[in-house]
T-cell receptor
Framework: DIQMTQSPSSLSASVGDRVTITCRAS??????LSWYRQKPGKAPELLIY???SLQSGVPSRFSGSGSGTDFTLTISSLQPEDFATYYC?????????FGQGTKVEVK | QVQLVQSGPQVKKPGASVKVSCKTS????????LHWVRQAPGQGLEWMGV??????????TQKFQGRVTVTRDTSTSTVDMELSSLRSEDTAVYFC????FGSGSFDYWGQGTQVTVSS
């Protein structure tokens, strides 16, 4: 199984901050890497797919980058609705796997 | 608009089975793979399996092999996930999710179904 390791596990930030979350895969996942935001009690929402493609309707403050095994999600200016948990996900092979999550909290 | 609407919460005893339904609408059912993902209380996301809506081919994670069955009904555009031999560790919210064709990413999700396993 491909292990997905996110860092940090949690972070504290303020509205307007630039936030960066990293995800490392235990082997290459090609470009089958996506990012999700999950608010409490809700289903995850797709933010980024294929490493850097912005999902339709997602604000441009979200961006993704990386290749092979190392990936980054950046929020350029954190908004109140962005305090949530973020997951990376590889759909390269089965079993598909998620990172353990990064919780973004209010500073 | 695309919608994935799941069946309601269920409480089951250990050893029983549970079936969760995911009714889709707003798109061509046969064009997209459907996945199941679960989330235990306070935990992360765990992929369970996937079904091809055309031929009904399934792939499951080894962890659930032999206990999970995913089926689809093309006449109602519905996908069902049945998990048997339930144990307390199966208490979780179960989500269905649609895969963007060929990307391995999930663009639409069901609202989630709480399954509680308790004696």
């Amino acid at each position: 199984d491909i292990q997905m390791t996110q860092s940090p596990s949690s972070l504290s930030a303020s509205v307007g901050d630039r936030v960066t979350i990293t995800c490392r895969a235990s082997q290459s996942v090609d470009d089958y890497l996506s990012w999700y935001r999950q608010k409490p009690g809700k289903a995850p929402e797709l933010l980024i797919y294929s490493i850097s493609s912005l999902q339709s309707g997602v604000p441009s403050r979200f961006s993704g980058s990386g290749s092979g095994t190392d990936f980054t999600l950046t929020i350029s200016s954190l908004q109140p609705e962005d305090f949530a948990t973020y997951y990376c996900h590889q759909g390269y092979n089965t079993p598909q796997t998620f990172g353990q999550g990064t919780k973004v909290e209010v500073k | 608009q695309v919608q994935l609407v799941q069946s309601g919460p269920q409480v089951k005893k250990p050893g029983a089975s549970v079936k969760v339904s995911c009714k889709t609408s707003g798109y061509i059912f046969s064009d997209f793979y459907l996945h199941w993902v679960r989330q235990a209380p306070g935990q992360g996301l765990e992929w369970m399996g996937v079904i091809s809506p055309t031929g009904g081919t399934t792939t499951y994670t080894q962890k659930f092999q032999g206990r999970v069955t995913v089926t689809r009904d093309t006449s109602t555009s519905t996908v069902d996930m049945e998990l048997s031999s339930l144990r307390s560790e199966d208490t979780a919210v179960y989500f269905c999710a649609r895969e963007i064709f060929g990307s391995g990413s999930f663009d639409y999700w069901g609202q989630g179904t709480q399954v509680t396993v308790s004696s």
